[in-house]
């Protein structure tokens, strides 16, 4: 498995009006950044399938990735957006688990550059 940096839980209050909406970020040391952008859209659906199974009150959430940029350090760094968050401890709970998780790790296995 994979280290990578949740970049903490996303703030209970965030900066948008809207209470059921959350940002945060993920930083992940040693990928290849176009591996990890073409794979934007299966981080997106691993977010949301997860975060929406965490609680019965978060089905209607989704997860948009909204920037993936490489660091001055080389590590790559996901930034998004949850809407639809009907219950925030959970899913602050949710978000922190998903880098461990068996799917996030099998799209990240896919954004490192074979060495021949």
């Known amino acids: 498995m994979m280290a990578v940096d949740f970049d903490g839980p996303p703030p209970p209050k965030c900066p948008t009006a809207d209470s059921d909406t959350m940002t945060s970020s993920i930083t992940i040391p ?9 794979q934007k859209d299966s ?5 949301t399938s997860q975060l929406q199974l965490s609680s019965p009150s978060n089905i209607k959430a989704s997860v948009e990735v909204h920037k993936i940029q490489q660091l001055d350090s080389g590590d790559c760094k996901i930034s998004y957006r949850c ?14 688990t998903i880098p ?11 954004c490192y550059r074979v060495q021949s």
């Open 43 to 47: 981080f997106e659906s691993c977010f």
């Open 83 to 96: 809407s639809g968050i009907g219950d925030q401890p959970s899913a602050e709970t949710c978000l922190g």
């Open 100 to 110: 461990n998780s068996d799917a996030f790790q099998a799209i990240l296995a896919k």
């Open 30 to 38: 040693g990928v290849d950044l176009a591996l990890l952008r073409a």
